[in-house]
């Protein structure tokens, strides 16, 4: 029995070992030849060309610059995460003046447990990040499509962040609408407008940048 232990373990070294001087290595990274890419154009709708293949079949096909469709999605994330910080800090400010005593608050801004306990936008980088440094030199290196699917499987996670925050932030202006007409307020904060007289811009309407500037405003206004 141990012979025969001995025999497996020997082969399967030779296997191992003639895998590697092989280079017996995935190759779902490598580049693959387009067979065929070629149609018979018969129009383009939206950049995409429709036309009829070497099988006879009638398909769209889209061909892009691979470093172009990575730029692009990158793009694309970098516009959404914008988005994203602007929807937090309006849904920030909107629970902290509802918190405040003068619209019925108690000093505590109201929990939300699933946008509270959410992970920041660098944390999920953090999860997908593929980077590698060495000692001298830093050298950063990662499989094109790996970092490509990561790309577009981080936009699917900030989308679905922004549905949440931006669901959160409606209901709490809407209770906030209703909070700041109990005490007298406008349902909406107030925007600054003015004019400009030679250079120089003149307000016309204040505007409301905090709870402190609408009760100032209003009581300005009664005077």
């Not at 801004?109 to 000692?135: H, M, W, Y």
């Not at 906030?176 to 030679?198: C, D, F, H, K, P």
């Not at 016309?204 to 300005?220: N, R, V």
Request: with cysteine; hydrophobic share 35%; aromatic share 4%.
């Amino acid at each position: 029995m141990r012979s025969n232990i001995k025999i497996m373990a020997t082969v399967l070294m030779f296997i191992v070992l003639a895998c590697t001087m092989n280079s017996c290595a995935t190759t779902q990274y490598r580049a693959k030849n387009l067979d065929d890419i070629s149609l018979q154009a018969k129009g383009t709708v939206n950049n995409q060309t429709v036309g009829i293949d070497s099988k006879k079949d009638v398909v769209i096909q889209e061909d892009n610059n691979a470093a172009d469709e990575l730029r692009v999605q990158q793009n694309v994330n970098m516009q959404l995460q914008g988005e994203l910080d602007r929807e937090a800090f309006d849904l920030k400010r909107c629970r902290t003046d509802m918190s405040d005593p003068r619209l019925g608050g108690n000093s505590v801004i109201p929990p939300i447990q699933e946008v509270d306990n959410l992970k920041s936008t660098a944390e999920v980088r953090e999860q997908i990040g593929l980077d590698e440094a060495g000692d001298l030199r830093v050298v950063k290196k990662s499989y094109f499509m790996d970092q490509l699917n990561l790309e577009r499987q981080y936009t699917k996670s900030i989308r679905s962040m922004k549905r949440l925050i931006v669901r959160h932030k409606e209901e709490c202006e809407y209770a906030m609408g209703i909070a700041r007409r109990n005490v007298g307020l406008s349902s909406t904060r107030s925007q600054g407008e003015g004019y400009y007289v030679g250079g120089t811009f003149v307000p016309s309407k204040p505007h409301e940048g905090s709870l402190d500037d609408a009760f100032k405003i209003q009581t300005s206004q009664k005077k």
